[in-house]
């Protein structure tokens, strides 16, 4: 039982590139999550899933695309990258919405 | 004003010592409300839910007041170990369900 896993587990981009980060549970859960952690800001979520084949924003969801084709994976798109999105991003899933069980995040630096 | 707030410290505390730490909401329509545990570089973890009659779970003791709108943790006979963020986490659903993280408190526990 692996939890969450998300990879890669770093990444640097230059300006403008694309990626996909990949998070995925065998917890059977619901709900996933992407978040975004930056210094002094706490976690921010990006866009979250409350089943397979559905999604909606979060709080900060320009820029960031999701998908969820299948239960056990959220996938997170970058399709321009910017300066900004400069972050640590953080996948969690959760049975209904309560207790939140986290991967061990994303380190990722766009130049 | 934000939605969550939280003292961000860092609180220094020798071991031993009780500390308590507050988080204060904004939406009186707030619903669930968890306290997590984020050591540097790595992933919150769950360290309690906060119940409206109030929870302990060893040294730990969780308060809600929802008439004041503020979740506490009190952590008694602190150890080494506690040093870490401690984030507070309230949930709500307003026309699509939220979560909110504080941007957390930092403990320092020193021998």
């Known amino acids: 039982n692996a939890g969450v896993t998300q990879t890669p587990k770093f990444r640097v981009l230059k300006t403008g590139q694309s990626m996909t980060l990949l998070c995925a549970q065998d917890?059977?859960?619901?709900?996933m999550y992407w978040y975004r952690q930056d210094p002094g800001m706490g976690l921010r979520l990006i866009h979250y899933?409350?089943?397979?084949?559905?999604?909606a924003k979060g709080e900060v969801p320009d820029g960031y695309n999701v998908s969820r084709l299948k239960k056990q994976n959220f996938l997170l798109g970058l399709e321009s990258a910017a300066p900004s999105q400069t972050s640590v991003y953080f996948c969690?899933?959760?049975?209904?919405?309560?207790?939140?069980?986290f991967g061990p995040g994303t380190r990722l630096t766009v130049l | 004003r934000k939605e969550v707030e939280q003292d961000p410290g860092p609180f220094n505390v020798p071991e031993g010592a009780t500390v308590a730490f507050n988080c204060t909401y904004s939406n009186s329509a707030s619903q669930s409300f968890f306290w997590y545990r984020q050591d540097c570089r790595k992933e919150p973890k769950l360290l309690m839910s906060?119940?409206?009659s109030g929870n302990e779970d060893g040294r730990f003791t969780a308060q809600l007041n929802r008439a004041s709108q503020y979740i506490s943790l009190l952590i008694r006979d602190s150890k080494l170990s506690d040093s870490a963020t401690y984030l507070c986490v309230v949930n709500f659903n307003t026309g699509g369900f939220k979560t909110i993280f504080g941007a957390g408190t930092r403990l320092f526990v020193k021998a």
């Open positions: 906060v119940y409206s």
């Open positions: 917890m059977n859960h619901e709900y």
């Open positions: 969690a899933s959760s049975p209904l919405g309560n207790e939140q069980f």
């Open positions: 899933s409350v089943g397979e084949g559905t999604t």
